[in-house]
């Protein structure tokens, strides 16, 4: 089992940056392809974007494709979505999911684990 938390949500203007993170504690982190997920107010959760266990492949929306970019630590148990030219429609609670796998998949459905989520909101 693994317990995760975001950090880094925040308001940032449109075009504006943001890095969002998700430590996981627990064991066996890199048993584990990472998620993000976000959803707006009104809509369903959607995927944004997956990386592989050992973080050797990624796989994005298409809405994000371009802009936004997951990575991984497994020194620090942490994923990362780095968000790139931010649009207001990005404005979500974004969530971080896992999912134990084997070594090369990126699920974009069907994850296990779910942290609480953290707000961004792009906006001037």
């Known amino acids: 089992q693994v317990q995760l938390v975001e950090s880094g949500g925040g308001l940032v203007q449109p075009g504006g940056s943001l890095r969002i993170s998700c430590a996981a504690s627990?064991?066996?982190?890199?048993?584990?392809?990472m998620g993000w997920f976000r959803q707006a107010a009104g809509k369903e959760r959607e995927f944004v974007a997956g990386?592989?266990?050992?973080?050797?492949?990624?796989r994005y929306a298409d809405s994000v494709k371009g802009r936004f970019t997951i990575s991984r630590d497994n020194g620090k148990n942490t994923v990362y979505l780095q968000m790139n030219s931010l649009k207001p429609e990005d404005t979500a609670v974004y969530f971080c999911?896992?999912?134990?796998?084997?070594?090369?998949?990126?699920?974009?459905?069907?994850?296990?684990?779910w942290g609480q989520g953290t707000q961004v909101t792009v906006s001037s």
């Open positions: 627990g064991r066996s982190f890199t048993s584990y392809a």
């Open positions: 999911a896992a999912k134990p796998t084997s070594a090369l998949a990126i699920p974009t459905i069907g994850y296990d684990y």
């Open positions: 990386v592989s266990r050992t973080g050797g492949g990624t």
